[in-house]
């Protein structure tokens, strides 16, 4: 069955550094998301994109986060100059079409981001 | 605001027993409604998607509702097993523009089966 795949599935980095997280969307899938879960609070909605371009965000992404698909296949997130609060479980979600009653989402298994 | 409450945060249950978990949302405008699991560490699974003309929608042992005119949906599940231990959130999508899938997530219903 496809799946969406992340990497890594675990990053250390320490304050300030920059990361990029990973992912693999499902291959026939037209819209690409990024969300994030901090320890013990719910997920939290960070980007939508389509057609190689943003198509809408959240508060919580600003200039610090950047998404890119650099090729057909791969999906990323870029998080500069990172702080501790950046410190999460990041989702990638892919999905068929974004309109009409069935869009479902399907999730990746996560990306843990520790910040130190 | 749009939000999404859910109820009871935790439940503690038997296995084989059955449990109903609850959902609301002021959520505008309304698109659809999702209810995913999410075990410990790992990405949301969809169980059930329903749209505004839906009242109840089965996947095996789950079976949600939602009534649209409460803003309310709840999640059954019967004849709990051991492997139901996990997070149930209530999710809701907004439609901004024609679009879709800009999902509101609850913070879910932590479910623990127990032998």
Redesign the interface.
Known sequence: EPE?TQTPSHQVTQMGQEVILRCVPISNHL?F?W?RQILG?????LV?FYNNEI??KSEIFDDQFSVERPDGSNFTLKIRSTKLEDSA?Y?C?S?ET?????????????T?LTVV | KNQVEQSPQSLIILEGKNCTLQCNYTVSPF??L?WYKQDT??????LT?M?FSENTKSNGRYTATLDADTKQSSLHITASQLSDSASY?CVV?AR?G???????????TLLAVQP
């Not at chain 1, 609070?41 to 909605?45: C, G």
């Not at chain 2, 999902?103 to 879910?108: D, P, V």
Request: proline share 2%.
């Open positions: 969406v819209y998301y969300y609070q719910k997920v939290e909605f939508s198509s809408e479980m989702f979600a999905s974004n309109r009409g009653l069935n869009t479902e989402a399907f999730f990746g298994q996560g843990r | 698109s659809n999702r560490g790992r990405g949301p699974v969809s998607i749209t959130i999508s901004y024609g679009a879709t899938n800009k999902l509101i997530f609850g913070t879910g």
